[in-house]
């Protein structure tokens, strides 16, 4: 997995604090430097552990009542984004006990739990219409704070070998689902910015490096589908799938020459003769993607 979809998160939290001023406390920190902090260029790549064909590590994670225990919220109902700061407190702990003792995607022990810390109704909340839309935005940004730091904990066991590619993925596709709520929530907000409000050109600079943000993201998502060294096939093809609904809404986002740019990397990839165990899955990516960039155009 590249540095690129993880540099972009923090950014892309910060930029809905300049949009939205007032409407949330800062994203919380890991308290070290992981090894994709913000001193490493946001384009050098990073070595995942070589996964494809290998042995997944070992699975040492808890059981969801050993979880509980910890303090953990219970995995039976949504996360709210308290509960998902939470759960970065508790995670970091038991990460620097054992990072294998993580919950793991599929796991006997802690699958169940694994899937709520992605589940895709946790971010309902944010959904609400018939909430303001500040308190909306508010939890939208506290959650994408907590998710964003629980997601590079993970990526340091990975590269520890702690924790598998799978792991990583499985976050990496919710990610997307994340951006996405939260985009449409900046969508929903921009028309009540009044034109000569003083910080009007302000925010509308930083809604700009916001969709560089994106398309850095994008950018990074196509990458990690090509290490094939670094994941399995399977594992990849299910990101690919995983990210089908999310992908698209993203690029649609994206200035003029980056969508252009991701739909043509997308063409080139499904004609890589390196790449056709995951084309089937590629077409359909591709083929949302362009129908997103036609609805924009």
Known sequence: MKLLLFRFLPAFTLLLFALTPGCGPNPPSTGRQPALG????PTEPISPPTQNGSVA???RSL???????????????PWSSPDMLKAFQVLTGVSKKDARQLPRHASSNSGKLFARLIADDNLDFCRNPTLPLSTRLAAGVEYMGAFNSITKLYFAA?????????DVLELSAATFRVVTVLGALVDEFLP?????????????AGLQKMKQGYAISCNGALITLTER?????????????????????????????SRAEIVLKLDEMNAD???????????KLRDAVKKAV???K
């Open 38 to 41: 913000p001193s490493v260029s």
């Open 57 to 59: 590590p070992e699975d």
């Open 63 to 77: 059981t969801a009542d050993e979880y509980i225990r910890l303090g953990l919220p219970a995995d039976d109902r």
């Open 158 to 166: 990975f590269l520890e070998k702690k924790v598998d590619g799978a």
């Open 192 to 204: 009540t910015i009044p034109k000569d409000d003083p910080s009007y050109a302000t925010r509308m």
């Open 229 to 257: 060294g670094a994941y399995r096939t399977t594992d990849r093809i299910r990101f690919a799938e995983s990210i089908c609904n999310s992908f698209p809404a993203i690029v649609s986002r994206l200035l003029p020459g």
């Open 273 to 283: 003769p390196r790449l056709k165990e995951l084309q089937p899955s590629l077409g």
């Open 294 to 296: 036609d609805d924009v």
